[in-house]
């Protein structure tokens, strides 16, 4: 059974920073393309940034330049360091995991960011 276990989100004031971390059990880590992604109340999920088994990375024009992934395939994990938050960034941040050996899509439970003064 696949398992996404995030930690890291909380309240933070607008300029903060904060970082998440997902760590991955049950399928072949290296393997998995792996991504963050967000909900804020009253809209749709959205891709926040994404990390490829190559180590590739794509990050959503909203947060290029204050958001890095980066995934540490020894300690199964995956990261999203935050910087420069605004109140907008409030979210249920999510993490994602695409098996590339078994196509198939795996979440986490999801993560609350809020960033408010």
């Known amino acids: 059974q696949v398992q996404l276990v995030e930690s890291g989100g909380g309240l933070v004031q607008p300029g903060g920073s904060l970082r998440l971390s997902c760590t991955v059990s049950?399928?072949?880590?290296?393997?998995?393309?792996m991504g963050w992604y967000r909900q804020a109340p009253g809209k749709q999920r959205e891709l926040v940034a994404a990390?490829?088994?190559?180590?590739?990375?794509n990050y959503a024009d909203s947060v290029k330049g204050r958001f890095t992934i980066a995934r540490e395939n020894a300690k199964n994990t995956v990261y999203l360091q935050m910087n420069s938050l605004k109140p907008e960034d409030t979210a249920v941040y999510y993490c994602n995991a695409y098996s590339t050996l078994v196509g198939s899509n795996y979440w986490g439970q999801g993560t609350q960011v809020t960033v408010s003064s």
């Open positions: 049950g399928s072949v880590f290296r393997a998995n393309a």
């Open positions: 990390i490829t088994t190559h180590g590739t990375t």
